[in-house]
């Protein structure tokens, strides 16, 4: 999603805006150690983590009698996602100080990398996922916990159309390492080559989880199925290429090499929440799982205030997956990070990344995707080029 019918997309920010508050809320990180609120959210973490795992484990049976080989295999599978999930949070916590990234700079800013339209070095990703059939059911708008157990899913779209770049917002990056919150970033594969330091920062730390944005926004309701499908494997190929990079240069940081990221991106969001039969066939085919959301943060105007932070807190339930975007182009995403995530936490939340939160319950799907009534964007098929991207 790159913006709102009512946003103010194409405002730039001013320096004075970027400095705005940008602070740690842990002064512990400042001063390079750690405070106790940090502690006792990475211990309360974990516990969350391992008490979870444990009820999973509880919930097996101890024979294969009476479930499907299916079934059981299911279980298996959400069993070794959990474990991994706590090996990861594990290793984050024990490496922050060096995955920590360096602060925001004058070359994240909106429109500071120069526009560059061509594809991919390479345009075949080498990793082909097994098809999944499920994409035909529709987007994943949240998950249904059984148990009610507050958990929910803090993703951060980060778009750019083939026309412009944008920037990128590391306060939330850094907040969120801070705090050991765990995202989930869809980022335009275009964007990623434009960000390639960027990214190759936050691949380093396995907090963080990346899905597939398409490669320069294009807008699923309106592309052709060859254009889908180069939107689609453009973005694969080129996060392929980056995480072969960071491997390659592993040995010389020292990191990396005991939990490197997955090999292929799972996940697939809708630009602007379009989609259409075809495409759902062609995630299908692709492998991919489409999620969307079911809380958008952001609106247009400046969303740093407490009283959005309410809004947004108002429709959150177990199983909610929030929107954001980290690429400075809503105003204050930054701020109202910090309130929403701070305001969950006050209310026994935890956050998980997507890759988690579908292993948790059962997946909610629609046909197409929406903001937040059925409909309310497809006014935007009229805007940004003949297929969204601008062109
Ligand atoms: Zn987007």
Redesign the pocket.
Known sequence: ??QRPNDTAHEDFSEDSLRESRTDSCEGAQAGRTCKPCLMHRRSFLAGSLGLMAGLFCDLPMTASGFGSTALAAEQEKADILADYAARLQYHMENNGDLRLPALSARDRRRAIPNDKRPPARRTPVTKLPPNPSALEGVVRRVHIENGEKVCALTF?M?ELATTTTGFDADIVIWLQDNNIPATFFMGGKWMRTHERRVRQILRDPLFEIGN?AWA?GNFALLTPERMREEILDTQSQYELLREENIENAGRSGLGESLPPPEALRLFRF?YGRSSEQALQLLKETGLEPIQWDVVAETGGNNASVSRARQVMAKVQPGSILLFHANLVPRGSFQLLRYVATGLQRKDYRFVTVGELLALGTLERVRDGYFEKPGDNAELDKRFGTEGTGR
């Open positions: 999603m790159l779209d778009c944005h926004h630009p």
